[in-house]
């Protein structure tokens, strides 16, 4: 049953948390391996009827599905150098810097399918509880953020340099006493086209990194500790 399958993905990806921790342990990394792989069988199989359930859930599903098998690629590479100390540490590196909006981004996905295969039971079986309603607009607004966070973590698989130019300069600047700094400014001196600077500070905001304010109709950010007006 589909909401079985999810719930125990779910679980899955507790068990993988539980196990990160132990990464330089050769039987925790190859369970995590093998807790990889079990979550992308079951994507698989719910990926082949997710369309009955609409664009919205089939989205969330290949969305997870392509995020663990970019986890299982890191730690893969990580099994490869496991004998080579340093190499070892690099993926090591890699990995827990990925996890960290994987681990949000894949407990919120799995969490809002479960929400939404319940909801579509419960229409099944026609009528709706308020309780349903209340979680299914509580998915809803998160949907945004999901979008971003999910380019956040592209980016970070992709090209992490982007993000720490972006964070080193915010703080190089605040600590030099300019408190606010307009995007146009990191974009100037980082040479990253301004969309993908204000993804990257929009994500950073929403995980506690930097604050945001609006000052002249314009975002503008600094870094959470770097002081007060």
């Not at 190859?30 to 089939?58: H, P």
């Not at 080579?84 to 990925?98: M, T």
Request: net charge negative; glycine share 4%; aromatic share 10%.
């Amino acid at each position: 049953m589909l909401i079985e399958k999810l719930k125990h993905l779910r679980t899955l990806h507790r068990d993988f948390e539980d196990k990160l921790p132990l990464l330089r342990d050769f039987q925790a990394l190859s369970e995590c391996y093998q807790i990889l792989n079990r979550e992308i069988q079951i994507l698989s199989e719910i990926s082949d009827e997710a369309f009955k359930l609409g664009r919205e859930f089939e989205r969330y599903v290949q969305e997870t599905l392509r995020l663990v098998v970019q986890m299982k690629g890191l730690i893969e590479d990580a099994l490869a150098t496991f004998n080579e100390r340093d190499r070892l540490e690099f993926s090591i590196r890699k990995i827990i810097q990925f996890n960290r909006n994987y681990d949000y981004i894949l407990t919120e996905n799995l969490n809002s399918m479960i929400t939404y295969a319940e909801f579509m039971e419960i229409m099944d079986k026609g009528g709706v509880p308020s309780h349903f309603m209340e979680r299914i607009s509580k998915a809803e607004k998160i949907v945004k953020d999901f979008t971003l966070l999910i380019k956040f973590l592209r980016l970070l698989y992709d090209r992490p340099s982007d993000i720490f130019k972006v964070e080193f300069l915010l703080r190089t600047l605040n600590a030099q006493g300019l408190k606010w700094v307009e995007v146009r400014h990191l974009e100037r001196e980082t040479g990253i086209p301004r969309d993908e600077i204000q993804d990257i500070l929009e994500a950073l905001t929403l995980i506690g990194i930097t604050e945001r304010m609006e000052r002249g109709g314009e975002s503008v950010y600094r870094v959470r500790d770097s002081g007060e007006d």
